[in-house]
């Protein structure tokens, strides 16, 4: 891939959804076409699950209907990310092909009937993506209304991993790339444990049902083995696509912040990020989990704009409740995404379906046609959307990354064997991030090892798996003046899985001054205290005996059982900079407090008041802050900002304090400063 990606072909904020014609009689189109314009539209995605109408039989492709309907969308004004039809497999193949359906752990083939029924490493099924992909680029790589290519969809998101005798077979190969042979396996995986030594590489298989515990190492090697093969998957049609349309972007849509496939290698084979967004309308606090997952899609490719490729007008149709989004909810949302980077709003889809699995997900335009609610709220968005186009291009202005490490994950979630399943990189992950959200800082993603240039703090909630490298980039960072934060149970093993000698935080000991004598978790029902400052608060979960090094400080003590008394949080003077350990799994306000003076000894301000439904994040060109503001909360907040600041949306003058109304937004210009201009509540009247 080149070093600059290619660019999306269209001038404006996207706007617009999934559609899909070919559900609908011709007659149709034209009145898609005159709601589309009334409506801002001026995106839209096709025809993602339509390749048995575009191949009706092996090799006799249709492509009229698609000719005719991608000529109108561009006489219409309406650009086309254009998927390769690749989503899923037509039922003719998986016929002539049964072995190429995927298996499930227990051996049972998965049948035709939904989507995504195939096995990524398939021979089979890579051959035909290649050739279907061919010959969409051959047809339609010259169309004007061309904007990118979208290639297959949502991967891993029915399946992500296979069992079959292919995957198998894959999986072996994987493994020799990896180790070589035998004996660096055997060693990688440590097999002299319960007498688990190979002595050909044909007895290895995917990981099973077991009559117990399974080789923690394979476990992790079949989570890293899996995202790989779906990652060659997806470059197979990269490398056509390049072939024959070497100027037209692509993308894949990711899945925000998706367990099952590390989005950092899939982010460097394409040019644009692109995410399917769907909040919990039933969570009043589902923006916090969002901040996280836009977070990582703009770090993904060095804070460059992605796309909101996917999102739901209302009510989504597969959860096991669906509730509808509250009126002003789309809005919120939406213009929440745009803050933290997108240059789209996009939704599935634009027209309600009216039969299939998804005629109950809502769509822009819904089952009463342009009186539907979601039209009319979607159309007042899209024509919004026009007086927020300078922000397009532009970039997010962020203080505080927060690693994101999908070995971590997969190590911490996959391997049976740990001092307890309540503790995982994900939840910690979370749970930090809403600490730094309630104190006002969005965050960026970075990797364990860097760049952590133009941040001053950077915080790790949890690295299980842990190397030197890492350790030598976060010192260095410390060291030049930033702070580092490291959660509990980070540094415990290799990337094989092998207890670092001298044991946690194994590589991190020096930069952060303490070693681990001992896990401690927390039984279910039960919280220790830990003493922080002048307060105390809940640890459930997870604690550790810690022993600190000369020249760390003790902060924070465990002040409750086995380990009252002993250090729960440190702090240790590394350079220029800090680097603090946080052994306990806190409650809320515990990590609100400690993240608190972290950022207070770096530097940066934090929120003295904090509330939940209160959002900031600046966008910012070479001259301009851009500082979206946003209520998501039902209750009218009162904000300090900055005084005389243009409000984009109302085209008005700001004071220094104004009220957001339930689900409200301003989008505030104001030159560009040192630092993004920091939002805090009004101080509270005295009654």
Known sequence: MADTPRAVRIDALAFGGDYNPDQWSEDVWAEDMRLMRDAGVNMVSLPIFSWPQLEPEPGVYDWGWLDRIMDLLHENGIAIDLATATATPPSWLLRAHPEMMPMDADGHRLEFGSRQAYCPSSPVWRQNVARMARAMAERYGDHPGLAMWHISNEYGDHVSRCWCPESAAHFRRWLRDRYGDLDGLNDAWGVNVWGQRYTSWDHIETPKKAPGPITPTQLLDFERFSSDAMLELFRIEVDVLREVTPDIAVTTNFMSMFRDLDYWDFAAAEDVVTDDGYPDPADPTSHVGAALNYGLMRSLKGGRPWLLLESSASATSWRDINVPKAPGKIRVESLQAVAHGSDAVMFFQWRQAAYGQEKFHSSMLGHRGERSRSFQETKALGHELKRLEVV???????????????????????????????????????????????????????????????????????????????????????????????????????????????????????????????????????????????????????????????????????????????????????????????SCVLDDDGLVAVLRDALAGAGLPARARVDIHLEAVTRSDADTDYTFVLNHGRTPLTVEVPDGAHDLITGGTTAPTLTLERFGVVVLATPRGESAPFITLAPERLP
């Open 392 to 582: 397009r291009g532009t970039r997010v202005r962020s203080r505080v990354a927060l690693v994101v490490d999908w070995d971590s994950w997969w190590g911490s979630s996959a391997v049976e064997s740990l001092p307890s399943q309540r503790l995982n990189w994900a939840r910690q992950a979370r749970a930090w991030q809403r600490a730094l959200h309630l104190l006002g800082h969005p965050v960026d993603a970075v990797k364990a090892a860097g760049p952590f240039d133009g941040y001053d703090v950077v915080v790790a909630p949890n690295l299980y798996i842990a190397d030197a490298e890492q350790a030598a980039a976060l010192t260095a960072f410390a060291e030049a003046g930033g702070t580092v934060v490291v959660g509990p149970f980070s540094g415990v093993v290799d990337d094989t899985e092998k207890v670092h000698e001298g044991g946690a935080p194994g590589p991190f000991r020096e930069l952060l001054g303490v070693e681990v004598d001992e896990q401690w978790p927390v039984d279910d029902g039960l919280a220790e205290i830990v003493a922080y400052g002048s307060h105390a608060y809940d640890s459930p979960i997870w604690g550790e005996w810690i022993e600190v090094l000369p020249g760390t400080e003790v902060r924070g003590s465990y002040a409750s059982g086995e380990l009252g008394g002993l250090p729960a949080v440190t702090s240790r003077a590394i350079g220029a900079g800090s680097a603090w350990y946080v």
